[in-house]
């Protein structure tokens, strides 16, 4: 069997005063994932629960993301949280906490046995 990244999509979040990562990140991720009902464990006959997610988390200071609470918004697959240095810190002029932004890129996979079908054949299934 061979995993195939079958999708990926991209999401920014903010904290406006708080400098919270985690809030930061989990907005980001809710950006990425609220636009979308992406059927695909079904398209390929697999259960919800088998699908590979990675979440790449960019913030200044991934030390200080809950990568629990950030897993913890997908209600199935098996998800991977994984923090990385990028986003944004952007100072406020009144000395406050900088506004933090954080960026996501969210992969989902399938442990697929057969090659992937064609968009021909994925029409034609329509």
Known sequence: MAVKRLLTEFGM????RRQDYTEAATRAVKDALWHNSINLAELFG?????MQITVEVGVQNPDAL?????????PY???KVAPRKGGLDVPRNDGGNP???ANVAISVALDLEAPLPSATELENNQ
């Open 77 to 79: 697959g098996q998800v």
């Open 46 to 50: 697999k259960d919800k629960a088998e």
């Open 99 to 101: 506004t933090v932004i």
């Open 66 to 74: 809950d990568v629990a609470k950030i897993a913890a918004i997908f």
């Open 13 to 16: 979040g903010s904290s406006l």
